[in-house]
């Protein structure tokens, strides 16, 4: 089975600073790669599919890169709606695995 | 309106069953792989298994394998979980949702609420 590793486990930020999160697979998954953003007591939302697609009405400054083993979710500027726990998941063999999860905090 | 509800969770004994459903309505059921995963208290999100448009393909993660069972029901837009010998640690909410497109490997873009099924004696 594919691992998905992430990091930070957590981190803290103020508006306006760019974040960057680390997902690592265990092997290569080319692109089947994807993002959620999870709310605390609410249902993950699909940020970014296929590594680097951003899904519509998600705000341009989240995005995705990578292939193969090491990918980042990159938020240009940190904006309050977008404190929140971020997830990824390969979806390149079953059983699709997420990551442990990554606790965006304010400073 | 795309929509997922969930139903059917509860208290359980350890050893015990319970039937997770999930009602879908606003787009084609059949042309989707479905999922579910489940979120322990305080933990992280867990991936439990998923089925083919057909239902003729069916995966687990490991954890679950040989006690948990998903179905579909096409013609009435049902998911369903069937959860057996149910463990302490099997204790999560547990969300259903839709793969995006046909392929089932592009992530999952519609989520239901979550119903929450707790095995404690």
């Known amino acids: 089975d594919v691992q998905m590793t992430q990091s930070p486990f957590s981190l803290s930020a103020s508006v306006g600073d760019r974040v960057t999160i680390t997902c690592r697979a265990s092997?290569?998954?080319?692109?089947?790669l994807n993002w959620y953003q999870q709310k605390s007591g609410k249902a993950p939302k699909l940020l970014i599919n296929a590594a680097s697609s951003l899904r519509s009405g998600v705000p341009s400054r989240f995005s995705g890169s990578g292939s193969g083993t090491d990918f980042t979710l990159t938020i240009s500027s940190l904006q309050p709606e977008d404190f929140a726990t971020y997830y990824c998941q390969q979806s390149y063999n079953n059983p699709y695995s997420f990551g442990q999860g990554t606790k965006v905090e304010i400073k | 309106e795309v929509q997922l509800v969930e139903s059917g969770g509860g208290v359980v004994q350890p050893g015990g069953s319970l039937r997770l459903s999930c009602v879908t309505s606003?787009?084609?059921?059949?042309?989707?792989?479905m999922t579910w995963v489940r979120q322990a208290p305080g933990k992280g999100l867990e991936w439990v298994a998923n089925?083919?448009?057909?239902?003729?393909?069916?995966y687990y993660v490991d954890s679950v394998e040989g006690r948990f069972t998903i179905s579909r029901d096409n013609a009435k837009n049902l998911l369903y979980l069937q959860m057996n010998s149910l463990r302490v640690e099997d204790t999560a909410v547990y969300f259903c949702?839709?793969?995006?497109?046909?392929?089932?490997?592009?992530?999952?873009?519609?989520w239901g609420q979550g119903t929450t099924a707790t095995v404690s004696s």
């Open positions: 949702a839709r793969d995006v497109g046909a392929s089932g490997d592009f992530g999952l873009d519609v």
């Open positions: 092997q290569s998954i080319s692109t089947y």
């Open positions: 089925i083919k448009q057909d239902g003729s393909q069916k």
């Open positions: 606003g787009f084609t059921f059949s042309s989707h792989w």
